[in-house]
């Protein structure tokens, strides 16, 4: 079996993609965030089985753990001749093309295929993949009636156990499928002679390099690029970059000399690193900016999970659930830094304790500053509309917030060392390069929010020592990302103080 349905849509997207799998897997850079995307749709995929009533399911393992396909295969051929209603992970292979299928419902009429996805919408990559099912089935002799998509509906509200009928949305997409599937044979002929080639293909950097995914040999296939070049360039899409790059225009001098259109923020960035001027410093913008602050001065970091299948009562599929936070806090001008910390316990509801806390600790008539303060709003806003009883405290505080992204978004202090970029992973090395006690990476276990989302899901059952060091780990990380805004706050005064 040369080709599966993964197979097939990674060939879609780009053809060297399948090569390298096959040939070169070493050279690919996995996204950290992927495994827990993968174990996401695996629970999403379970709960999904029993949509249409009672199933069985054919999937087998080796000893070793991997899928066992001969075994699901013969699983599926006698749960066929059977006639059973609903097939779980039913497999199919013809003339070297694997599939299995997440449910095959029979009907009077034939089979109904219903493709599982744990994203929120369809997406052209599902298209391909249940157009090659389809194709699959009937070349091994199904008549296929229908096809469907399930996805996630966002606008489930769980209410006790989970209704998986509410969760869910069926899309029938018999007839949207149809231009996807007319390529099918063709595409995967030309896969398995792509597959069949010893020696590595050669491909142009384009769009599907970052859609529908993006590629995990990004690295490699672009490791003859100059850097910086316009694909850096501050939030500039991907097509645009490209279609400049079929122009001919990749460094930042051919940027310069071509005369593409800039925004300001890109102008900024270009000519900082052509020039390679020192550190701006608007002075006077700073002070505009510090001046909307007043003490007592709480500085606010939320770390927060989000799950496609809602843990608990009154949260929507992907809702981000706040568990933790951070508090440097000075209350006077001159006084001494303080901190306080709230880490939820990992196997309840955590946003009830921590908006008690939250209000116990932040005086209502307290500055707040935040780094990107629509994140830390949004959740004091659901926050506020969950629990009324502490909503007039909650709102209060939310009222108070400032954003410190502004200072650096609106131009006051640029550093080429950015990179064009506001983020506080590029603003602080830049601000206070070579400083270890403000490097993410010298954090243990836990060195970026995607990290401390997985530590926290991960945490339940857990043996109670890795638990604890774990817990530590997410409170180390969750009190560098304030005391980081503290840092760049006392930078900002200095800047100030020659006024």
């Known amino acids: 079996m040369n080709l599966s349905k993964s197979k097939y849509t990674r060939f879609c997207q780009c053809p060297k993609m399948l090569w390298l799998d096959t040939y070169r897997p070493e050279l690919a850079v996995q996204d950290p965030a992927l495994q827990r995307r993968f174990q996401e749709g695996n629970e999403v995929g379970d709960l999904a089985m029993g949509l249409l009533g009672d199933f069985v399911e054919t999937t087998a393992y080796t000893a070793e753990g991997k899928l066992d396909i001969p075994a699901m295969l013969k699983n599926t051929k ?3 001749a059977e006639g059973k209603e609903n097939i779980c992970e039913a497999a199919f292979t013809k003339n070297g093309c694997y599939c299995a299928v997440d449910i095959l419902h ?30 699959v089935l009937e070349q091994s ?9 399930v996805h996630i509906n966002n606008k489930y509200v769980r209410q006790g156990d989970i209704d998986i009928h509410k969760l869910f949305t069926v899309k029938d997409v018999s007839e949207a499928i149809l231009p996807y599937y007319s390529e099918v044979a063709a595409n995967t002929a030309r896969a398995n002679e792509y597959i069949a080639q010893k020696d590595e293909p050669k491909s142009e950097l384009g769009e599907q390099c970052f859609a529908p995914y993006d590629c995990a040999y990004w690295q490699y296939c672009a490791r003859e690029l100059p850097s910086p070049n316009v694909l850096d360039l501050y939030r500039i899409s991907s097509k645009k970059a490209f279609g400049y790059m079929e122009k001919g225009i990749v460094t930042f001098d051919d940027v310069i000399k071509s005369g593409i259109p800039l925004n300001a923020t890109q102008r900024r960035q270009v000519e900082f690193e052509q020039l390679q001027l020192p550190t701006h410093i608007d002075r006077l913008g700073i002070k505009s900016f510090l001046d909307t602050l007043w003490y007592p001065l709480y500085f606010l970091d939320f770390e927060t999970f989000q799950t496609g299948i809602p843990m608990y009562d009154d949260i929507r599929p992907y809702q981000q659930v706040p568990f933790q936070y951070s508090l440097h806090y000075l209350k006077r001008n001159g006084s001494e830094l303080e901190h306080k910390e709230f880490l939820a316990d990992e196997n309840s509801d ?3 304790a921590l908006a008690e806390r939250l209000v116990a600790d932040i005086p209502t008539d307290a500055c707040v500053l935040a780094y990107n303060m629509s994140f830390e709003c949004t ?18 505080i939310r009222a108070n917030v400032h954003d410190l992204l502004d ?11 950015m990179e064009g970029s506001f983020s506080i992973k590029k603003v602080l090395p830049a601000l206070f390069p070579n400083n270890p006690n403000l490097d993410y990476h010298n954090l243990a276990d836990v060195h970026n929010g995607g990290e401390a989302t997985d530590t926290f899901l991960a945490l339940r059952g857990m043996e109670r020592e890795e638990r604890d060091k774990l817990r530590q780990s997410l409170l180390a990380y969750c009190k560098l990302d304030t005391m980081a805004m503290v840092m760049l706050w006392q930078r900002l005064r200095e800047f100030c103080v020659v006024l």
């Open 78 to 80: 006698k749960y066929l």
């Open 350 to 352: 955590p946003r009830r």
């Open 141 to 149: 002799g199904l008549k296929i009636v229908h096809t469907y998509i």
């Open 407 to 417: 200072v650096f978004r609106n131009g006051y202090v640029y550093d080429r060392a």
């Open 106 to 135: 029979k009907t009077d009429g034939g089979y109904e295929i219903y493709e599982v996805k744990s994203s929120t919408d369809i997406h052209d990559v599902y298209m391909w993949d249940v157009a090659y099912q389809r194709w």
């Open 379 to 396: 959740r004091l806003k659901e926050l506020a509309e969950t629990f009324p009883d502490l909503s007039e405290k909650l709102l209060a």
